[in-house]
Each structure stands twice: as C-alpha cells, then as structure tokens.
C-alpha cells in the first residue's frame, strides 16, 4: 500500500528481553517520527529523523531505547532489556520536510506496533 | 509550545453538526491551529489547520477567533465513523527550531450517536 507501514502489528515478550519494531514510511517523505502511546493516555514523541541531519533523539524514554534510519527510508526502534512500563502502542509517521505553516508538513501515521512486556 | 485545552469528551447525534471547541489562549501569532483524530486503534490522521482565517476542507471547517485564543472544529454531517478522539494541536510556523514536532494532549473523545 501507500501508507506507513509498521511491523509487527503485535508483540509480546518478556520482561529482560530485547525487541525491534519496524517502520516502512511513506516512499518520497523524508522525516519520519516515533511516538509511543501508553493506555489511554495521549501521543509522547520519541525521534525524528529528517535526511541526513542528526536525529532528534530529545523524547527517548531511557538509553535502552534506540532507534536507526538506514538509507533515509526504513527504521527501526530497539528496545533493549523491556520492562512492563513499556508496553504501550508504537507509532511511526512520515512526512515531507516541514517548511512551515504548509499541508506538506502533515504527517501520516501507521496503524502502531502493540508491545506487551509480561 | 502553547499549551491547548479542549474537553474530555462530547457526544454528537448521527447527521448532526459536531462543534469541537479548543481553548489555545497563550497562542502567538507565529503558529497554526492543527487538528488530528484518531479513530480507535489507528493512528492519527491530519483534519485541517489554519494560521488566522476560517478555513474549510473535505473533512472539516476550522473557525478561528479573531483575537486566535481559540478555535472550533466542526463537522457539519456527523457520522457513526467520525467517532474519535480529536486533537487540538498548536505548532510553530517556521521551519526552525522543533516546530517540526506535534505535541498532543489528551484531545476530546467525540462519541457519535444513532
């Protein structure tokens, strides 16, 4: 599809256990984001890529949380030695850079990658 | 960031308008007015946004207040599947800076009704 796409679309492990959760963007945006949502709460920003700048690295919870963006298009969010406060919704968008005030700026987002740590 | 307030939740009758209000009284006169939903269990989706003046899409209506300390989203025919939390988000016009990020609040739960 055209969409955002992000994998897996569940996952369940246990605590002390690593994960990796997957980020297709939408082909031609270059800035793509990580937000996490915890249950009923609101969106908490995570990272943000745009093109070869450096990350924006400012919402990462702890340094057990990493992320990578290989050549401008996929990325991945690692989560190393989980903990049951992690389990929350993953949400990765893409976008146009943002120019300002433009509808290019808008972002699109996945349907989330849903972590449970037990 | 300014900081929006918008109520926890309403409830819409099915064809009826939906007016969501969001209160933004620290806004400055750099930065737009966004609106998301997100529908249970998806991710957010764009509605409209606007800096000063009224703006209209195929989504939705965005009013602004002339003095920009507030804004109302409305949804002229509600339907069961506009049934969704809905975000008032404030960001900076400008390239520079974060204003490339959207912080979210706990947005208003729009509950439509048969």
């Known amino acids: 599809g055209a969409g955002v796409s992000q994998s897996p679309s569940n996952k369940v492990t246990e605590k002390g256990k690593d994960v990796e959760l997957r980020c297709d963007p939408i082909?031609?945006?270059?800035?793509l984001y990580w937000y996490r949502q915890s249950l009923g709460q609101g969106l908490e920003f995570l990272i943000y890529f745009q093109g070869n700048s450096a990350p924006d690295k400012s919402g990462l919870p702890s340094d057990r949380f990493s992320a990578e963006r290989t050549g401008g298009s996929v990325s991945t969010l690692t989560i190393q030695r989980t903990q049951q406060e992690d389990s929350a919704v993953y949400l990765c968008?893409?976008?146009?850079?943002?120019?300002?005030?433009?509808?290019?700026?808008?972002?699109?987002f996945g349907e989330g990658s849903r972590l449970t740590v037990l | 960031d300014a900081k929006t307030t918008q109520p926890t939740s309403m409830d819409c009758a099915e064809g009826r308008a939906a007016n969501l209000p969001c209160n933004h009284s620290t806004i400055s006169g750099n930065e737009y007015v966004y609106w998301y939903r997100q529908i249970h269990s998806q991710g957010p989706q764009y509605i409209i946004h606007?800096?000063?003046n009224n703006e209209t899409n195929e989504m939705a209506s965005l009013i602004i207040t002339e003095d920009r300390k507030s804004s109302t989203l409305i949804l002229p025919h509600a339907t069961l599947r506009d049934t969704a939390v809905y975000y008032c988000i404030v960001r900076g016009v400008n390239s520079g800076g974060s204003n490339y990020k959207l912080t979210f609040g706990k947005g208003t739960l729009l509950t439509v009704n048969p």
């Open positions: 968008a893409s976008s146009f850079f943002f120019q300002g005030g433009s509808v290019d700026g808008e972002l699109f």
């Open positions: 606007g800096l000063k």
């Open positions: 082909s031609g945006h270059t800035a």
